[in-house]
């Protein structure tokens, strides 16, 4: 990230529209930002604060608005906030905004009340393409991360709290944020909870034994139906042997002198019975039919019943059909004559009585349904007379066929006794074994029908089985894939977690050298810093060949605020020469960061002034300081006159010096 | 070991789900109300492994 131009409008003491353009030049890098204590110092550090964020690290912070701009504005005018600023970023050419507009709710009103506001991001992409980022908060938000924004814009007084014990969370978000660790922790305890959660869940809905025992249940059923099959094709095999059989016994008696009449008489109430048969089979089907058909007559009766009921009530009643229609009477109410002749005024007693038969009347349209209601249950109660009496009719057929069939029953009965009683033993033979075989044929017929009842239920029973295993597979499927991507998830995080056990160490110790390497540049005594397990930021000196930790010290501001600065600069050279390397690591992508330091010589001592204006410079590619007269002194100004590519002074109006005005204000000045 | 063919997900494969992973908390790395990363995540492992 460098900047490019800062636009800032009616912010705090800034009145108007006041600008800073950053220096850009690789040499002269730093921009000198000078301003007494209460020019505006730190209101310009929170311009970035506020564009970035929406937030203000400055006392009454809902007081966004320029005082005099209020001062200035009538009651319900509103005063337009704006900070703008232009820079590159990762080759894009970003243009951003953050606006409040302040409505002046009273004369003495100098705060207003808050009443629109908004952002506006818009870049510029390597194609030259421009692009407007649906949400810009959020856009806004990714630049620099809020929590590590007092490194990249920090207060030069308070900067020396990052090496205390209680700030060595700072030290340790700030490591692991910008070096990737943190991206590694998250992804570790995402993966984590993505695989126990959704697919650990998944894999125990979806996973059963119910396959196995679905298959072993199927292969024992289609055993049993192929033993059945087999049982129906021996039975019809042997129907067929018997009615051979019983063909050739009877061939036998119909040979034979004394029974060939019987056997013929015997053979044509056999045939005769058989149609009959048939024709109480087809009988059946026709009675079948008709109930399928009309059958919702016999229960739809009751109904009929009370509906007609109900509209014969209304006939005796009178109501229908209506003896005066709607349309009679508004006739006659149009015409303004009654039928017994009298004036039908409007407003008069006779037009309002006549106008009162409307209520009796009826309409043409319920006359006519309710004569075709009657008529259609006419219809349903003669539909259901012609049902019973066809029925009745069938019934009587059938009756007369089974009477039929009985008779010749009693009449084979009788030719099988008259064959018996026959005295050659041949016949009585042929006639017993006949009876025997007709018998087995019956048997027969009544086993198969048995097996192939045995045969339609073990089918159902399989179709079922089937029907099973297919949602079993389905859910075994699932299953399946829930555990690969359970496996997954296991694996990617298990080789995060290495990944993030041999790093993190890598990490702290390239930190630890690089704050050392800064801070040995800025004190050249016999101090040096670690960077502790537990990332806190420490200083040491040697005394009497021994370490001796003096952060702790409270004379020891000083020490602690170039400790500060150098973990700050150490990262923000470790992310730049990442971010320049090239390097394909998704986790540690680096990035380059300018500095925003608002009064980096607060505690600093002449020794250590020289030394962190010789160091600022190198920290950052892009630097800006903001810095009181007393501190741009000697050593300072020496060292960061030679690259400060630009330098600005905060001219400030105090209405106690100037009597012209009446409130504070800010104006931005380049140095000539 | 010998490998389970229903259950194994070739290295290339965890290799880009770790990819994707790690991008998909980049993007959410630095804002204040970070939403949606399980889901994000969990998206992607059903993608990746069908």
Redesign the interface.
Known sequence: MEFDILKIKNFRQYYSGQSVEFSQDDEENVTVIHGANGAGKSALRNTFLWLF?NEVDLPQPKHIANERAMAQADVGDRIRVEVELEFDHEERHYWTERWAEYEKQANDDLDGELVDEGAHVQYRDVDGKTVTPENPN?SL??????RLSHLFFFHGEEIDQLSREDNKNKIRDAIR?LMGL???E??IR??E??QKN??GEEMEEYGSEELTEYIASLDGKQEKLAEREDRKEDIQQSVVETKSELESVKQRLRELEGTRELQQERDDLEEREEQLRDEIDEINDSIRETCSEDGYLVFSMPAVQKTAEALEEKRKKGEIPSEIKERFVDDRLEMGVCICGRDLDVSTEPYQNVKNWKKKAGTNDLDQAATNITSRLRGIAGSRSELFDEIEGDLGERRERLDEINEIAERLDEISEQISEKEKEDVKELERRRGTLEERITNLNQDKKRVENEIDRIEDQISEIESNIEEAREEEEKS??A???Y???Q??RE??EAKFESYQDQVREQVDKKVKDIFGEIISKNYWTEIGEDYSLDVFKEVGGRSELVSAVPTSTGERQVASLAFIGALTYLTREQYRSNQDN??F?GGVYPMVMDAPFGYLGTEYQRGVSQQIPTLADQVVVLVTEPQWEAEVKEHLERTAGKQYYLEYHDPDEEEEIEYEYTEIRVEE | MKKNPDTEVDDERIATIIERVLQAEQDKLHLKNPRGIRGEIEKLIREEVE
Request: charged residues 35%.
């Open positions: 964020y959020t938000e990714r630049f620099i991360p809020e944020n943190e991206i590694l998250r992804s995402h993966l909870w993505v959704e697919f399946k894939k555990r690969r991507r496996l997954a998830a694996r990617a080789e995060l998704v986790y992508q």
